[in-house]
Structures are given as structure tokens and as C-alpha cells.
């Protein structure tokens, strides 16, 4: 992230005080502008000429360049390596430019977005980033924060406001600020023109949930806190206005301090081949030593001889200068080892790559009409190794729509259809949904299927109305009427929000309240409720309730909370209703729904009124307030009386639990980063079935020290190794960890676990001391979730896993939230949701849905890392079969540096003779379908091991072209040695030598290029031979008339290649030449898919024998999960909304419109390869696989 402000020294405090510009310039904080593109006008031609030399190719060709321009050495023109260098260079920066241009123009886009801010008194327009520290900026309704705000007032009572944070934690629900009580009255303009105040707080830092200042006004303090705060990238929601004074600006705001850098991504095989092309480099400089060496003892003990009429050049005098003249002109005719033309392949299969992404429909979004982006084209083979995925939950797995499912109430369960045959309904076989029509007040959007519920409530059942009675009082929701019947839900949760919508479909409508009534619409007669008090929800009660008086005087406690807390708190009268409840609670639990219990009690008023005596003196007191408040709500929720429970869904996207099984059958690990609570993280866990009954054990760490953390590792570690002794795996050593050493022991550990871990307990085991234990920790369980997770340690957990993993990452999001850790990731994917583009702009890839994922990975991913492997693989075969023979001529032309082909072949070769049918098979080859790569996922894992391009493959494909060079020079030289024309004259001579080896060549890399393409598309033949044909014209074109009477001096050899390929001995020898070196490939490949087939070859197989039999059907049933209750309430709640309900601070004064609101089991050669890296792993970048099952 580059910054508009110079650098400046770490702050200790932050001093700003109000409506004084020359003030707090001298502290020379940064401004409100945002710099994100990397170069200006001037920079951009030093700059990115000196990123594109850092790539060693680049440096290499520059280099090549330069010898070829000394005509000593030079026996090549400058102009085959220039053009094509050029070429790169000019390509690239027109992409980089390409990219720095969206850059800047989205920079200009944010910092010229228009603020009000306050200037001598008056309300001025103002671009973002003229705003400065100190500044009061008023904003309005639907608005941007421009910045770090103190809120000062606001158009609603007692300063509150309500702002979404959906860019900055992922939550799309409600929040509340409220400005302090002193400057919540300053909500005239010339009042806040003379506000003068200064707050000192802390500096700059990227806590989102944590501020902590001090304001000095009037000579008074006064402390500040989040709560008092409105940050940028927030949006000011229901609020008219609101004032606030500017704290932290541009790159010092906590967005920015969460964004991360930009970090420079290069695939895996880029590094490889950085690797590769040191090693040929050096490979190249050994050639022209050992033939430098050649030709300066050939020159002293033969060339010496031949002085008279082979003299020297003017410029030599020894043997020695002229080995040392010939060791630079070999490594410039030895330098297409490694050609220019591969980097530019490369791009341009990538370029492909990204338009197959691009236009694949199946991943067009028709709801929101939003195909799949490929936003880069560096990174589409690394989609095909990715071992780790991160995952964002809000918006990413989930919807974030919540809907009132299902219910229990007194012992009977609602919300399941059943057909004639009394067989429970699938979604699509339902019948038409309840009908509300009876109420004028139903939301016409809320559906519910079961008849029965509806018939209970109009029937009277007293516990069904008291059921609806419970969930239209019980909660904090407000309501808005901007229109007579038009009700609008202000929730502070999703949660309570298809709760009281429920509850108002079903004929309790909750209209509206005061602080001390609450009035509820039941069946259509207007009730109004006396609300004595509400016990507000948090994380440890985990319930709320709230005391009312009916009409006629009876009060009342209604309680609402998660099932494993109210089911200890129910009067032993209950057992019976309980029991039955509760297999209501495991039947919902198991369909992955968010559960809740409801019960009630009566009190009296002698009772009520001791009770509310004390609460009153618990909630004045100085110390340990919270602990008595908590002590008085315990003892008035016991033996409460159960009413029933709710089952909600918050809908996942469509095929998130298909795409998770799926990826996971692929060994791919999915770990799950959310701000949201732990509850909700676990819950969305066991509806994607990440998580589910029949694993192990899921570990839950919570510890809030240093020391509860480590233990709470120590002791799932240890149960994770109890566990495989116990089934005899045979771990009896006590596993110890260092710092330089990650054991992998514990990834081999039977059983399946998760790992479940909180942002606290995070920010103690990313510590330096417990990184590695807690990363061993997680990478021995199948599923690890952390929640309440900043963005910034969303970042911090990706680059740990990067760090000591050595393994390909893909983080997924769509969220503002997120967009550090698509940064970090290797790979970044951006969903294009509810949240904003952030997460799309700083993403690699971008499509709508998360099950496109799979489709990503699988097919893409999977085909562009086999295209590229094999592509590399082919290219430096073809290229040193081609280059070596220059190496085995050396010997027999006395080291002179004399090429075995003309120029103008060396100079096509890899242009126009093999250039098309490799880009072919680049861009459209395929080992399996589609269809099979989805169906078999364990076809992924050769990626992830790395297995098709390695240094391995990379050597046996240099020995095979080396073995191709060996004979392609020395059996034409062999048959030349003693073959004859027709006419009985020699058929040796250097033309037609060179003639004869080239179309040799052509033809045996040709028919190579055909054995290793796997899927024959027009274009592939159409390429391969129509190369061939293109040789062989260019060929008799050369050796014309036409061309020599052009060009005398150049094309001398007039019928050359007529007169040689007209004799049968040269056919001969090419296609002697073309069975000895393609024979030994064929037999290995054909052993090789008898005796040792991998998984592909068998899937190939099968699809041969499928299409000679009937296709069969298969249905796959929705098997739910039964078994532990969760309960799903009020998880994005936020505590202390109660006390603002019952203060009537947050009451609304204003008419305002509330704005919306299968697999096959691997081959045993991938299965052994895994076991013998898992095996063999004993440092931190190895391991990090994990052994398969069968």
C-alpha cells in the first residue's frame, strides 16, 4: 500500500482537537488520501523495465542480446533475440500500465468523493482527501465514513446513530453508536463551529473493536470508547445526520491499517523455472567451456597446420583467445536451450486460460447476471495444487438470510410436509405454501409450509398463542411504520428478525413500543404490555428475557436462549415435555438448523417488586456490577415452564455442502475465518458438514491467557495421540516441537477432528512462542474454524500456513474484511455478494457463487496445471533435441562454431515450425472430461504433490531430448558417411546434411507433439500438421530460383532441398531416425498403462467401457444429521441493546424509511508417494501433506 504522506515516525498518542487546522498540522499527520496504484507517468518505464529485468529470463536474453551485437563472437543476427525480447517486455508493460490505470482510476474515484465538512463556521464541499485530522464532517443518511470519526450528534435522541459494518467485519446486521452525552446536544452548526476539544487516544492500529481515548473540553474529561466511534468504510443507516470529528484519516484509519499490502503473487512453476533457467545457464556454460577447450586445442594442434589459406582473424593470436572467442559463440548458438519464444507461450496459454474461465457459462451467476472473472493471468496453474482454503463465512458459505423454519410446541413438531404415503415432502414436491391472507399485517415474503400451525393458532391453542405471544414480546427489535400496515423490522440480529416476523405472520404482530410498553397486535386486537424489565442477552448467559405485565395486571417472565443454558433452568414438572422437545431439538440440529428454546414463569407481585429493588441496587453499584446483575437474572430464570423451541435456517448458498465434500475428497483443507461468534460459526460448520457427529472429537479453545491457550493445544495434541495408540498405529513417542523442526506426526493420527478456536485465544497462538504449536495443532484436524477473527489475523493465519507449509493457499471472501487475506494468499478469490466490490478488487479471481469454487479447482485449476506441466515438459525436450545437435556437430567441424542448420531454421524453429501445435496442445488439452474430473476428485492430488512438473520430470525430459539429439545427428552422419546418389555420386555435403537432420527433426518432434496430446481437437490437427506442411514450403521456398535472383548473397543453395529429399536413402534415414527415437517412448508408455496405470489412464479407461453400456442413474438422497443439539440465538447479538430500549435513548423520533435491511480411492502410486513424504518430512516447509485414505 503506497501512501500519499511522506513516512513518518510511529506515533505514541494521537493529539486532535476540533475546528484548529494549524494545530494539528504540526503533528504532520497523514491526509484522507488513499494511493493504491504503483506507478505515475514518470516512474512507470524505469520502474517496471527494472521489476521485468528482476525475472532471470528477462536479464538472461538481455545479456544473449548484448554478446550478439560483439561481430567477433556473433554467429547469429542481433535480430533473433531483440525482437522477440522486445516483444515481452512491450506486452507486459502494456498489462502492468492495463492494471495500474483501473488502479489509479478507483484511487481518484474514493478521494474525490464529496464531504460536507465544517470551515469557518460554514458547511463546505470537500473532496476526501483535502479532509484533514481535526476536521467536523457532517454526514447523511445511506453515506460513506470518510473516515475515523469521534460521533459528536446526531438527528435521533440522546446522539445514537446506526451504521452497518459490513466492509469492515462482514456483518450486514445493525449497530448502534451513541455520542457522549456532553456534544450529543451540539447539533447546531454555529454550536459546533465553537466546539473546541481536544482527544488524546491511542495511535494509529488496526484493533476494529477497541478505542481508547480521552476528550478535554471545558475543562473537564471525559472517556472515550468504540462505542463512541464511526469508522471508514462503515455506512450511516436510518440517520438522518450526524456530526463527527475527524480522528485518523487515510492509510492511519483502522480500514487501511486492516488492508495489508499488495503483495507480488508468482506461481510455483514460475520459481521452478527461475530454478531451471540458473541450472540451464550453467548447463550452457559447461557446453561452451568443454567445446572452448575443443577448439583451442584443435587450433593448436591442427588449425596451426592449415595457417595459409585458414588464417586467424586479425583480432587472434593464440589458440588460447581463440577457444576463448569460440566459448561466447557457442553459448550464443547453444542459447535456444532456452528460448525467448517460452516466456511468450507461457503468457499466451495463460491468456487462454483466463477467456476459458471467463466464458464458462456454468459459472454464470443468471440471478445476478455475473460471469466468472479471471482478474489475472499468472496464477491459473496454481489453481490446480491448492492444498489449504480460507473461507469468509457471512456472505461467502452463507446468504446471510435467516428464515424461520420449523418449531416444537408443547411436544408437537411444525414445519415438515408429508405426502399421502405420510413420507416427509422434499422442497420440490411441496404443495403450495400457508396462506396469511386472514392478516393484514403478514409479511408477504415470509413463507411456511406446514398448514397445521396456522390451523392451531386459529383454533385458539393456548400454548401456540402463547408460543407466538413469547416471540412478539422477547426481543429488541424496533419497528417503523411508514405507511398504515406497512411494518418495517429493525433487528439487531438476523435471528430476531425471522423470529418476530414469524411471530407477526402467524397473527402476533409486533407494532410498536416505548420504553416502558411494548404493544403487540394479537389476532387483530391491539394489546398493549407494561415492560417491567429486560435481562439482556451476552455471550456467557447466552438467553434474554424480559418481564412484562399483561393487561390484567399478571406479570410475566418470558425467556428465549440457546438449549444446552435453558434446559438446566426448567421446573422438574416439565420432564416429560422435555424429553420430547428435546428429539425435536436433535431431528433440527441434525438438518443443520439454528435452535432455540423458549419457556416462561410466573411471578408475583409481592416477589417482582423485592426482586426489582435489588436489580436497582446491583445495577448502581461501583465493582463487580456485571457479576451481581448476573447473580439477580439466575435466580429469577429457574423453574421456568417450557413452551416449545424454533429451528432456523440461515440459508447457505446453493451447493455449499456438495462443494465442501467434494473439495475435501480432493484433500483439500478448508479452514473457515469469521468475525462472527462462535456459535454461528459452528453452526454454519455442521449445515456445510464440515463438521459433523461422526468426527472424533471437535476441540474448542477459548483460553483468554497465554498459559489456557497452550494447555487447551497441549491437551488435543495429546488426545489426538491417545487416540492412535489406542487403535494401534503404533505413535508411543512423546512429540516435541522446536522451532526449526514441525513434526508431522500428528497429520498421520486416526480419526477425524476439528478444531474450533476464538479471535482472543488466536491472538495468543499466532504468537512467535505458539505459532507452530498451534498450526501442527490445526493441520492435524480435518476442519478448523476461527471466529471473532480480525482482518488482519485473517492474514496472519494464511501467512503462517504459508510460511510453514509448504503447500498452495486460496483465500475466498467477499467482504472488505477479507481483503487482507486474498492479499496474503497465494491465490485470491473474491465473491461478489452483499459486501461491496472490495474483496472483487483485490482478488485474482471473482465469481458470485461459492460452489463455482469447485468448478474453479477441479476443472480449470486441475486442466491448466496439466497443460502447462506438459507444455514445459515438450518445450525443453524439442528444444534440446534441437539445440544438442549444434554440441555433437562441434566435434566435426573442429570447434569452429559452425551451426549444423542455416540461420533462417534456427530463427523459425521455434516461431513458426513448433510454435502452434504446442500452444494447441497448451490451451485445449484434456486428460479426462469435465464431467469425470468432478466425479473424481482424487484426480487433483497429482498437482498438489507436484508430480507432472518437477525437477524430476524436468531432467527426464532433458535426457530424452539429449538421447533425440544423439540420434538425430549420428545416424544421418553415419548414413552420409557412405551413401551415394541415384547417379552414383556422394550424397554427403553440409546442405544436404543440414536438410536431412532438420526435416528429421521436424517430423519426430512433430509426431511427439501427437503422442503426448490427449484430446484431438480441428485445431490441434489442423496445427500439427499444418506445421509440417509450413516446414516443408518454406524449405523449397529457400532453395528457389525466385529468392536467389532476389537475394544472392542469402539463399545460394539453389535446389538443395529438391535434389536431397528426392533421394529415397534421405527418406530413408528420417524415418530410421523418426521409429529408433519415438519406439522407446511408445513401448514405456505402453508398459507403463498395462503394468502401472494412474488414476487418469483408469478413469479414461472407464469412460471407453461406460459409452459400451447403458448409462445408469443414480439419485442421491439428503441424508440429515442427527445427533448433538446446538443452539443458533441471537449469534451476531450484541449486549447492552436492552438497557438502551428501556432508557428510551434509541426511540425514533424521525418517520425515516428503514432502508432494506464418491470418489474413487487414489492409485497406490499417489497413495505410496504421500505416505513417503509424509514419512520423510523433518523440517517446516515439508509435511505438509496428509496421507490418503483409501
Known sequence: MALCAKKRPPEEERRARA??????????YASNCIKTSKYNILTFLPVNLFEQFQEVANTYFLFLLILQLIPQISSLSWFTTIVPLVLVLTITAVKDATDDYFRHKSDNQVNNRQSQVLINGILQQEQWMNVCVGDIIKLENNQFVAADLLLLSSSEPHGLCYIETAELDGETNMKVRQAIPVTSELGDISKLAKFDGEVICEPPNNKLDKFSGTLYWKENKFPLSNQNMLLRGCVLRNTEWCFGLVIFAGPDTKLMQNSGR????????????????????????????????????WEHEVGTRFQVYLPWDEAVDSAFFSGFLSFWSYIIILNTVVPISLYVSVEVIRLGHSYFINWDKKMFCMKKRTPAEARTTTLNEELGQVEYIFSDKTGTLT????????????????????????????????????????????????????????????????????????????????SEEKNEGELYYKAQSPDEGALVTAARNFGFVFRSRTPKTITVHEMGTAITYQLLAILDFNNIRKRMSVIVRNPEGKIRLYCKGADTILLDR???????????????????????????????????????????????????????????????????????????????????????PETIALLTLANIKIWVLTGDKQETAVNIGYSCKMLTDDMTEVFIVTGHTVLEVREELRKAREKMMDSSRTVGNGFTCQEKLSSSKLSSVLEAVAGEYALVINGHSLAHALEADMELEFLETACACKTVICCRVTPLQKAQVVELVKKYKKAVTLAIGDGANDVSMIKTAHIGVGISGQEGIQAVLASDYSFSQFKFLQRLLLVHGRWSYLRMCKFLCYFFYKNFAFTMVHFWFGFFCGFSAQTVYDQYFITLYNIVYTSLPVLAMGVFDQDVPEQRSMEYPKLYEPGQLNLLFNKREFFICIAQGIYTSVLMFFIPYGVFAEATRDDGTQLADYQSFAVTVATSLVIVVSVQIGLDTGYWTAINHFFIWGSLAVYFAILFAMHSNGLFDMFPNQFRFVGNAQNTLAQPTVWLTIVLTTVVCIMPVVAFRFLRLNLKPDLSDTVRYTQLVRKKQKAQHRCMRRVGRTGSRRSGYAFSHQEGFGELIMSGKNMRLSSLALSSFTTRSSSSWIESLRRKKSDSASSPSGGAEKPLKG
Open 19 to 28: 475546528n484548529d487546522r494549524e494545530y494539528n498540522e504540526k503533528f504532520q
Open 262 to 297: 499488495t503483495k507480488f503473487k508468482r506461481t510455483s512453476i514460475d520459481r521452478l523455472m527461475n530454478t531451471l533457467v540458473l541450472w540451464i545457464f550453467g548447463f550452457l556454460v559447461c557446453m561452451g567451456v568443454i567445446l572452448a577447450i575443443g577448439n583451442a586445442i
Open 399 to 478: 446468504q446471510n438470510i435467516m428464515v424461520f423454519n420449523k418449531c416444537s410446541i408443547n411436544g408437537r413438531s411444525y414445519g415438515d410436509v408429508f405426502d399421502v404415503l405420510g413420507h416427509k415432502a422434499e422442497l420440490g414436491e411441496r404443495p403450495e405454501p400457508v396462506n396469511f391472507s386472514f392478516n393484514p399485517l403478514a409479511d408477504k415474503k415470509f413463507l411456511f409450509w406446514d398448514p397445521s400451525l396456522l390451523e392451531a393458532v386459529k383454533m385458539g391453542d393456548p400454548h401456540t398463542h402463547e408460543f407466538f405471544r413469547l416471540l412478539s414480546l422477547c426481543h429488541t427489535v424496533m
Open 570 to 656: 426448567l421446573h422438574h414438572s416439565t420432564q416429560e415435555l422435555l424429553n420430547t422437545t428435546t428429539d425435536h431439538l436433535n431431528e433440527y440440529a441434525g438438518e443443520g438448523l439454528r435452535t432455540l428454546v423458549l419457556a416462561y414463569k410466573d411471578l408475583d407481585e409481592e416477589y417482582y417488586e423485592e426482586w426489582a429493588e435489588r436489580r436497582l441496587q446491583a445495577s448502581l453499584a461501583q465493582d463487580s456490577r456485571e457479576d451481581r446483575l448476573a447473580s439477580i437474572y439466575e435466580e429469577v430464570e429457574s423453574d421456568m415452564m417450557l413452551l416449545g423451541a424454533t429451528a432456523i435456517e440461515d440459508k447457505l448458498q446453493q451447493g455449499v
